[in-house]
């Protein structure tokens, strides 16, 4: 079991060869050694192990198609992919996969997240001994090696063919060993686009023992915390009162009222993006109680004053290089909001949610979301989970920034 692998989200791409059986302990060992694996498989290696076998290993849908059938509206999974994992292995990698990787075929959801991978990557090619030692082998792999992707070299021994040669898939030992030291190399310097992040309810007191709030769990802001962390963002997450755990690598300031968020925020807007995502009160006691607010007979009114916009302060002081994005949650002439949103507090990109429809909602789980750009983008984005949902966001703002240096 290997440390340095638990907690990574490591791709696994299993081309046709094989050695396609040697994989199945691969992703047997990544997984009893905490990583999370995304197994993808071209169509070839279905001939060789099946999806059952690694999708119950993996505890994750194996994926092999692009355009899988009876699917709608998930045709950007092979970008979220791409941004999710922090290494990306190939193995085994057939003669005919490398030289798709060298020639950017993207024929299969491997071959089209090789594309868009982020992350490290790393080939274990593994064939019989006269195609591995074939120019056009010998060409691709150097074509990868210098392109920045890790080859292990095949090692010599009996081959599937009969023949003795160079072209065995090393021991998935040695792969998930491999892995680990790469991952170590690749941990993210974090000299990315500074981003500040908020997240969760406020809470306004009405006296010493009670507040308003309201539902939000605070697990979207948190999963776009964390996936910025792990695109090497520097990430500050503002944090209203929740019982949820920091992301590694991210620097949290906790505060409980609109007024203090506020506050937190502008202290903070020197960054590069600012994602909004904090179900920020709107209301806050037009005076709070020093004392318990007493029982009586009859009703009781609460008299409420504005909390400070916050968005509205962002968008009035943002800077032409800075990417402003707010979150809407409406659960009525939903788009009018948004837009209203959009071009009312100057922001690049108004994420809107509707927590009334299915699969959209507070807590953990999964959000259904639609992008509205200020360019006149709309990107309806399918039911998802919080953490893709997150990366996919990212996936759309992220290249308005610019990078340091
Ligand atoms: C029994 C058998 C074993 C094979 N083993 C390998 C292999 O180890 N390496 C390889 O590069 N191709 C091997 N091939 C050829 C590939 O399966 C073939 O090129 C296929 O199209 C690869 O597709 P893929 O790269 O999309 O998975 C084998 C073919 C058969 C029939």
């Known amino acids: 079991m290997n ?5 990574k989200r490591i791709i696994v791409g299993i081309s046709g060869g094989i050695a396609a059986y040697k994989s199945v302990e691969l992703v047997r060992l990544l ?4 990583a999370e694996v995304q197994v993808l498989m071209t169509p070839d290696a279905h001939r060789f192990v099946t999806p059952l076998t690694l999708g119950t290993l993996s505890e994750r849908e194996v994926l092999t198609e692009i355009f899988p059938p009876n699917q709608t509206g998930s045709w950007t999974k092979h970008v979220h992919l791409g941004l999710w994992a922090d290494l990306m292995i190939v193995a085994p990698a057939t003669a005919n996969t490398l ?16 594309l868009s991978a982020r992350c490290p990557m790393m080939v274990c090619p593994a064939m019989d001994h006269d195609m591995y030692e074939h120019a056009s082998t010998r060409d691709n792999l150097s074509t990868l090696r210098e392109r920045g992707v890790a080859v292990m070299d095949a090692p010599e021994g009996l081959l599937a063919s009969g023949l003795t040669g160079k072209g065995r898939l090393p021991e998935p030992e040695d792969i998930a060993e491999r892995a680990a030291g790469l991952l170590a190399d690749h941990s993210p310097t974090q000299a990315g686009p500074r981003v500040l992040v908020t997240a969760g309810p406020t809470r306004e007191s009405l006296d010493p023992v009670r507040y308003i709030t309201n539902r939000s769990s605070g697990t979207m802001g948190f999963e776009i915390a964390r996936a910025a962390q792990r695109m090497g963002c520097r990430v500050t997450l503002v944090a209203g009162p929740t019982a949820l755990e920091t992301p590694e690598g991210v620097t949290r300031v906790d505060v409980e009222t609109a007024r203090e968020m506020h506050a937190a925020v502008l202290a903070h807007r020197d960054a590069d993006v600012i994602v909004m995502a904090a179900a920020v009160a709107d209301y806050e006691a037009a005076s709070v109680s ?3 607010i007493k029982k009586a007979d009859g009703d009781l009114v609460l008299q409420l004053s504005r909390t400070p916009d916050i968005l509205r302060e962002l968008g009035a002081r943002r800077t032409d290089d800075q990417v402003l994005v707010g979150f809407a949650l409406e659960t009525r002439d939903a788009e009018k909001g948004a837009l209203k949103k959009l071009h009312g507090k100057n922001v690049d990109w108004i994420v809107l949610n509707n927590p009334t429809e299915e699969g959209a909602g507070f807590g953990p789980g999964t959000n259904k979301v639609t992008l509205y750009g200020r360019d006149g983008r709309v990107e309806p984005l399918p039911v998802m989970s919080k953490a893709d949902v997150a990366l996919a966001i990212l996936g759309f703002v992220e290249p308005g920034v610019k990078r340091p240096g």
Do not use: F, I, P, Y
């Open 3 to 7: 440390q340095k692998l638990s907690g």
């Open 99 to 114: 030289s798709k990787l060298v020639t950017g075929v993207c024929d299969s959801m491997l071959t089209a997240v090789a």
């Open 31 to 34: 997984r009893k050694s905490g």
């Open 290 to 292: 020093r004392d318990k």
